[in-house]
Every structure is written in C-alpha cells, then in structure tokens.
T-cell receptor
Framework: QKEVEQDPGPLSVPEGAIVSLNCTYS??????FMWYRQYSRKGPELLMY????GNKEDGRFTAQVDKSSKYISLFIRDSQPSDSATYLC????????????FGTGTSLTVIP | EAGVAQSPRYKIIEKRQSVAFWCNPI?????LYWYQQILGQGPKLLIQ????????DSQLPKDRFSAERLKGVDSTLKIQPAKLEDSAVYLC?????????????FGPGTRLTVT
C-alpha cells in the first residue's frame, strides 16, 4: 500500500466551477499536509499547508484535513483557466525525519 | 528573492553514459533535497542534505547515483552509468530548516532522457 493515494484524474471543469481534489493516506503519524501546484515543465510550488486537523482558507483555496479518516482535500472556488495544472498533495511527520511523501498528482484543466 | 536554480534544464544521453546535474538553493537555506519525478508520478526523495551532511539517502541507488554538497551551498547529483529507467525529471528543493520544514521551494528541474 502506498503511503499516499491520489486520484490522477484527469479532471476537466468549466470556468467558475468548484473543484475538489483529494488524497488519502495510511500513516497516522503525518502531521503536516501540503498542497503543491505544478505547471507543465515547471517545479512544484507550495499552495497551502495545514498542521494537524482542521481547515485553512487562502483566497479561492481551502484546505481541509480529517485525520480520523486519513483524508485531505483542496477546494478551489471560482476556478480559472490559470488554475489548470497538476496538484500534488504531500505529507510529513517528525518521526519520519520530515521526509515529504507525495501523491501522484491530479491533472486539472479549467475550460474557459 | 532568487529561487532555486538548476542546470541543465534538459539532457539527453545514451544508456551507460554518465550525467551530472547542478543545483543552487535559495540563499540561507540550510536544507537541500534531490527528488526524482517519473512521468505521471509524484516526486520521490533521493537524498537530503543539512548543510554539508547527508540526513537521508535511503532511497538513493548508491550503485549508480552519487551526490555532494560542498561548503553547504551548491549541490551536484551524478548518475553513472545511466539506465533507461532513470529517465525522469530531477528536482532540487531547499528549505530553511529540517525540523518542521513544510515549506520546500523547488527549482524548475532537469528533464533527463536516457535512450
């Protein structure tokens, strides 16, 4: 079983839609949960991070962590064509040396 | 603030040849990471440096891969000899500290094709 599972998509939505991206994980020791956005032929860039459980909002982006279900989500409101990219979830824990475990990424296309 | 720099951006080599990648992290970042990202997969950590020292190289194929970070700044990753399955994007990332290092900043990557 992989440490982190993520549906690779691809996901295609019309402009203005609400997008939901999800990851599940198996290691209950994970404490930091990150979302990275990766445009084609670019390196990943950090979008948001959450420590432990709860919600975090930043503009059109909301990250949710449910540690009891080992499930994290990223919601994008009012999606824009510029949001078209691959979204990677990543997780880490102190007892794994803060090594990042990445999901496979979900490819998102927002259609104008 | 300048980002993480990597070179070359693209490299095509034949199997059994050697190749080296270079990374310059963000100024002041003590921790440096090399990742391998195969097409359609998430990045996989190869090696992590804290200043000059290796923190974690458990997933580095040491029979063919080597890495060094001289003077705690720049780093090079070498593959010798390359295999077809080494075709991937090699990403370098850096962060301020290791503990609680949720903010890793990535470079643009080097896309390696082994033929």
């Amino acid at each position: 079983q992989k440490e982190v599972e993520q549906d690779p998509g691809p996901l295609s939505v019309p402009e203005g839609a609400i997008v939901s991206l999800n990851c599940t994980y198996s290691n209950s020791a994970f404490q930091y949960f990150m979302w990275y956005r990766q445009y084609s032929r670019k390196g990943p860039e950090l979008l948001m991070y959450t420590y432990s459980s709860g919600n975090k909002e930043d503009g059109r982006f909301t990250a949710q962590v449910d540690k009891s279900s080992k499930y994290i989500s990223l919601f994008i409101r009012d999606s824009q064509p510029s949001d078209s990219a691959t979204y990677l979830c990543a997780m880490s824990a102190f007892d794994t040396g803060n090594q990042f475990y990445f999901g496979t990424g979900t490819s998102l296309t927002v259609i104008p | 603030e300048a980002g993480v720099a990597q070179s070359p951006r693209y490299k095509i080599i034949e199997k059994r040849q050697s190749v080296a990648f270079w990374c310059n992290p963000i100024s002041g970042h003590a921790t440096l990471y090399w990742y391998q990202q195969i097409l359609g997969q998430g990045p996989k950590l190869l090696i992590q440096f804290q200043n000059n020292g290796v923190v974690d190289d458990s997933q580095l194929p040491k029979d063919r891969f080597s890495a060094e970070r001289l003077k705690g700044v720049d780093s090079t990753l070498k593959i010798q000899p390359a295999k077809l399955e080494d075709s991937a994007v090699y990403l370098c990332a850096s962060s301020l500290e290791r503990v609680g290092a949720y903010e890793q900043y990535f470079g643009p990557g080097t896309r390696l094709t082994v033929t």
